[in-house]
Nanobody
Framework: QVQLVESGGGLVQVGGSLRLSCAAS????????MGWFRQAPGKEREFVAA????????TYGDSVKGRFTISRDNAKNTVYLQMNSLKPEDTAVYYC????????????????WGQGTQVTVSS
């Protein structure tokens, strides 16, 4: 049974930082690409970042380039999203997702999802 468990969300002030974690189990992580998406109230789910587990290649959404960094820890089967210079518009529920092989920026292309973690940036 595949499980993706996010953690690390919370309340932070504008300009602050948070690191989200996504612990993966029940899948052979080297075969997968892992993505982070976010969804704010009343908005569609938005692509944030993704990483190909096998070679570490990454892709970022335009709104987070230069501020967010995705990485992985092979020993822990965990993907991280380091978020710096946070803005109020980063407020959303952040979801971890997995799909085989390659990165896609469309949420519908991912097969497995975590339960989400809330990030709130206060001004």
């Amino acid at each position: 049974q595949v499980q993706l468990v996010e953690s690390g969300g919370g309340l932070v002030q504008v300009g602050g930082s948070l690191r989200l974690s996504c612990a993966a189990s029940g899948l052979t992580v080297r075969r997968y690409a892992m993505g982070w998406f976010r969804q704010a109230p009343g908005k569609e789910r938005e692509f944030v970042a993704a990483i190909v587990w096998r070679d570490g290649s990454t892709t970022y959404g335009d709104s987070v380039k230069g501020r967010f960094t995705i990485s992985r820890d092979n020993a822990k089967n965990t993907v991280y999203l380091q978020m710096n210079s946070l803005k109020p518009e980063d407020t959303a529920v952040y979801y971890c997702a997995a799909r085989l092989a390659t990165i896609q920026v469309v949420a519908g292309a991912y097969d497995y999802w975590g339960q989400g973690t809330q990030v709130t940036v206060s001004s």
